[in-house]
């Protein structure tokens, strides 16, 4: 949400040769309300210069060291073969990389999809969640709109600008995907099937943003409306494929992956990805008609008149500012839990079909395949948590820049405590969601193995992440304290982590980079036995992060924006 | 009368800005302070320094005979502050900011909470999303002044105000003074100036270019007189310490340095003096002085320019 800086951007400037709009041509008409979107679109594509390029090139340079990599390790179907052999019939894989159109046949195309099409779509994803809000409810929020459509602008160019732009976005990937991976000898129409839909289901969570900004009031609300969307699809998707498959098909992602690339394209399922993006974009800007500018379509209700006896004390205040945010990540990751945890029992029992299969997994996982599965469920969940945890740490970043902490250091609250009581939040927020997603996981399987015990377990399991977790949260909080302006680079450094943690396999990364990751040190218990040094490296590793950010908060100059 | 702030000799860059290049600022107990300066002199980069948030790159600051950075929390339980530029946490009701800020500072007085909500006409229910700027500007100021702390450090704080409000501030700011209590004052409304503020500084380009009071520097200034006269008042022109003279028939109007005033008022004499109005220098005319060489191509009809201060010394 940084303010866009420099001089006017040539995009708002009105040129006078701009006629006044005729009578015909108004704001009530369609084409009225659209008055100034190329220009508009012209601002969001000045303003996002840099931040667009920067996603497009690392999403398609992940998909070009994929593809080259597959190509290298199952380029044949011979391989693929293999492949499939081991890790394709999974289900508890299944959940996490797709139902595996093509395994009947495998070829290194299947191969392909299944290692990379849900993830980048998630990440196209969370690009346009966040592309989408930054330039229309954060944008109102900002005061901003106010001053853009008070100039010659039609109603709906701002948000119209920004699905274009993010249109734009996803078809730059989409584009990208498609010739990085076409040199490879991957075929041409299997290849612009699995392109088409990375950019189509990014897009359509877009959409879902530009509805969801609609609705709340905040861009803070908008992109954690969008980005839970966004999470329970990919849930929905994953529970869909293993035991309904109609669930699969009420998310993008069902919709996407459905579209088979490789193994006998249906195109008919992009049509309908294109029909879902038409038809929230349309409901969004029949929902912005109806509503103020600045407002949601949520009412605001009058709140106290005096302060709690909690609101008074910096932590308290920050309790209440993050508890938000908190609440919404509970019920998630809870959810998230309990619906992965419900399907453990299916893995193990679609696993009987399957004893070679079983057999070897025994082998090289040594552990239960139910294990094997509910141990990389807590860690997936946690990997997400560890978003959480940097959004929150940022959190004293952004109160910074827009000014709400000169209030309070300008009272008698030092720096220190002022830092300190944010990183406590953060810290205790973090655990605690943490050991909510186990709770979660546990609760499920102990009700469908009927082993109480698994409760424990499994709370107790997903704990084991929380020191990496931390570790993010310390990062955060480090370049905080010594480069505010460079803050938000911490979210580069858990996309990093997370590529390693969810491609290290397929990518046949070297050892030494799955241990940069945090998360690549932490024992995949129930899977595997506790492994307590690690976690108390992390654990010391994380205090460091965050004492040495702190340091550094209390000795430079505040920089509000 | 003792310190309350001092600074001398203030600088701090950003980068290659010099935002301050020497400032002395001195405030004593109990006096309401006017610091003036157009847009970007600096006076906000002098606050934030007072107030710790940043630190200078050289020259001292004290506040109570401390340091803002070292003493921040000790210094900052003596006074309050309502920056000119007001954010509030967009999600927290007004009364509770006030109840916030107010705690934080070690407690406001209740009914004065009310007697100032009330005043200020303000709704503590609302949040502070839903206020404008000038009902974002009033929270900051209900809570500040409701307040004890002995100093209060006000950056442009009636700049989102109606006149109705501003007269409200204008009291009681008055009442907290006769408490004495001691203000900073950065404002731009030279009218509320005038009628609070016992000394000022005016400053420009991050360094101080006059202080003292107001009656101080209207001795080292020009009197405007404009008088009717029996005789020809042309002569006049010929006097030591007289400018800028416009004779119309029988009225004359000029300027006169303070010190040729006793001379200049004989002359008057004997040419027949029949009717004489004086008005000495607006706070506006002082400030418009130092700013003389960058309107000289602008619009502003500024009166003319007097010997610097400096030069009077």
């Known amino acids: ?561 | 009368m003792s310190t309350v702030i001092q600074c001398r000799a203030l600088t701090k860059r950003f980068g290659a800005t010099v935002a301050l290049d020497g400032l002395d600022l001195e405030v004593a107990e109990g006096e309401i302070h006017g610091f003036l300066g157009p847009n970007g002199s600096g006076k906000t980069v002098t606050i934030r320094i007072l107030l710790g948030l940043i630190r200078p790159d050289g020259g001292t600051a004290e506040l109570f005979g401390a340091d803002p950075w070292a003493d921040a929390v000790a210094l900052h339980r003596r006074l309050a502050y309502v920056p000119g530029d007001t954010n509030l946490w967009p999600n927290l009701t007004g009364g509770e900011i006030i109840d916030l800020l107010g705690q934080l500072r070690g407690g406001l007085d209740p009914a004065r909470r009310t007697e100032l909500i009330e005043r200020f006409d303000l709704d503590p229910r609302k949040k502070a999303r839903a206020y404008s700027k000038g009902n974002r500007q009033k929270v900051a100021l209900v809570a500040a002044l409701a307040s004890d702390a002995p100093l209060l450090i006000l950056d442009e704080p009636t700049a989102g105000l109606d006149p109705l409000m501003e007269a409200v501030f204008q009291d009681t700011v008055l009442d907290t003074v006769a408490q004495g209590r001691t203000v900073l004052l950065s404002s731009h409304v030279l009218a509320e100036v005038e009628r609070l503020c016992h000394r000022v500084t005016i400053i420009r380009k991050g360094r101080t270019v006059e202080t003292g009071s107001l009656a101080e520097m209207r001795l080292v200034s020009r009197t405007t007189i404009t008088a009717e006269l029996a005789g020809d008042g042309a002569a006049l022109a010929a006097l030591p310490g007289v400018y800028d003279l416009r004779a119309d028939g029988p009225r004359v109007t000029f300027e006169v340095d303070h010190e040729a005033l006793a001379a200049v008022a004989a002359r008057l004499g004997e040419l027949g003096l029949r009717t004489l109005q004086s008005s000495p220098p607006t706070l506006e005319e002082l400030f418009l002085r130092h700013y003389g060489d960058e309107l000289e191509h602008g619009q502003v009809n500024h009166p003319s320019v007097a010997p610097r201060l400096e030069a009077n010394r």
């Open chain 1, 1 to 561: 949400m940084t303010p866009a800086t420099g001089p006017t951007p040539a995009a708002l400037r009105v040129p006078a040769r701009t006629a006044p709009p005729a009578v015909t041509g108004g704001q009530g008409s369609w084409r009225g309300s659209l008055t100034a979107t190329r220009r508009l679109i012209r601002l969001v594509v000045r303003r996002d210069r840099v931040r667009l390029p920067i996603w497009v090139a690392s999403l398609v340079g992940l998909m070009a060291v994929s593809a080259q990599s597959i190509q290298s390790l199952y380029g044949t179907d011979e391989a693929a073969q293999a492949y499939v052999a081991t890790v394709g019939d999974n289900p508890a894989l299944e959940i996490f990389a797709g139902p595996g159109y093509g395994f009947d046949r495998p070829t290194p195309g299947a191969v392909l999809v299944n290692e990379t099409m849900l993830w980048l779509a998630l990440a196209t994803g969370l690009m346009s969640v966040f592309l989408v809000n930054r330039h229309t409810r954060a944008e109102e929020e900002s005061e901003r709109a106010d001053l853009v459509r008070s100039a010659v602008v039609g109603r709906h160019a701002p948000v119209v600008a920004a699905m274009a732009v993010t249109a734009g976005a996803n078809l730059a990937v989409a584009v990208g995907v498609a010739a990085v991976t076409l040199p490879f000898g991957f075929p041409v129409a299997g290849t612009l099937a699995l392109a088409a839909s990375i950019g189509l289901v990014g897009l359509a969570f877009g959409a879902a943003t530009a509805v969801a900004a609609q609705v709340v009031g905040t861009g803070r609300g908008a992109v954690g409306l969008g980005s839970a969307v966004l999470g329970l699809a990919f849930v929905l998707r994953g529970i869909g494929d293993i035991r309904a498959p109609a669930l699969s098909w009420l998310t993008p992602f069902g919709w996407g992956i459905g579209v088979r690339a490789y193994a006998g394209e249906r195109w008919w399922t992009l049509a309908g990805l294109a029909a879902f993006i038409g038809a929230g974009t349309a409901s969004a800007l029949v929902l912005s008609a109806r509503r103020d500018l600045g407002r949601g379509l949520l009412p605001e209700r009058p709140g106290p008149a005096r302060a709690g006896a909690l609101t008074v004390h910096p932590l308290g205040l920050t309790w209440r500012l993050q508890r938000g945010s908190v609440m919404g990540w509970a019920v998630g990751v809870f959810v998230a839990g309990l619906v992965y945890g419900s399907v453990a029992d299916d893995v193990e029992a679609m696993m009987a079909d399957n004893p070679q299969l079983a057999d070897y997994l025994q082998q090289i996982a040594g552990a239960s395949l139910a294990d094997a599965y509910l141990a990389t469920a807590v860690q997936m969940l946690s990997l997400a948590v560890g978003g959480f945890a940097v959004a929150s740490a940022l959190r004293n970043r952004s109160e910074e820049a827009a000014g709400y902490a000169e209030m309070l250091l300008a009272a008698p609250v030092s720096r220190w405590r002022w830092g300190a009581v944010h990183v406590v939040v953060t810290l205790v927020a973090s655990v605690g969601l943490v050991a909510l997603s186990g709770l979660g996981t546990g609760i499920a399987y102990a009700q469908a193995s009927g082993d109480a015990g698994q409760l424990g377990t499994m709370t107790l399991a997903a704990l084991a992440s929380a020191p990496a977790v931390l570790v993010m949260a310390g990062i955060a909080t480090l370049l905080f304290g010594w480069a505010p302006r460079a803050a938000p680079a911490s979210w580069a450094a858990l996309a990093l982590f997370a590529v390693v943690q969810l491609f290290a396999t397929v990518l046949r990364l070297p050892h030494w980079m799955t241990l940069l990751s945090p998360f690549g040190h932490v024992p995949s218990v129930p899977a595997e036995p506790w492994r307590l040094l690690p976690l108390a490296v992390l654990g010391l590793l994380a205090a460091a992060l965050v004492g040495g950010g702190l340091a550094g908060f209390r000795r430079r100059d505040l920089a509000a924006d």
